[in-house]
């Protein structure tokens, strides 16, 4: 078992920064890829980025492509997004969630491939 905790969430002007963190225990997450999730009021939950366990491969869905940036830090068992450039449509609740993966170029992008979800952080972007 994996438990995903986030933080870093908030309410922030449109242009603004925020960095999202998702701290893990209870295995060994060098060996799980993640990924970030979110889900807006009356939305469906979308990935937003993933990134492999060795932190070599990630995928930004096109929305964000160049204003968040997905990293990892297997020592302290966290992932973190930094997200700049913020726009009122990134408003939503924002999701960590983690797989096993067996090799360490691996991401996946499907909500059904992840075993391990958080319970969310919610951002804000006002106008």
């Known amino acids: 078992q994996v438990q995903l905790v986030e933080s870093g969430g908030g309410l922030v002007q449109a242009g603004g920064s925020l960095r999202l963190s998702c701290a893990a225990s209870g295995r060994t997450f060098s060996r799980y890829a993640a990924g970030w999730f979110r889900q807006a009021p009356g939305k469906e939950r979308e990935l937003v980025a993933a990134i492999s366990w060795s932190g070599g491969t990630a995928y930004y869905v096109d929305s964000v492509k160049g204003r968040f940036t997905i990293s990892r830090r297997n020592a302290k068992n966290t992932v973190f997004l930094q997200m700049n450039a913020l726009k009122q449509e990134d408003t939503a609740v924002y999701y960590c969630?983690?797989?096993?993966?067996?090799?360490?170029?691996?991401?996946?992008?499907?909500?059904?491939?992840?075993?391990?979800w958080g319970q969310g952080t919610q951002v804000t972007v006002s106008s």
């Open positions: 969630a983690a797989t096993e993966a067996y090799s360490g170029s691996y991401y996946y992008t499907q909500i059904h491939e992840y075993d391990y």
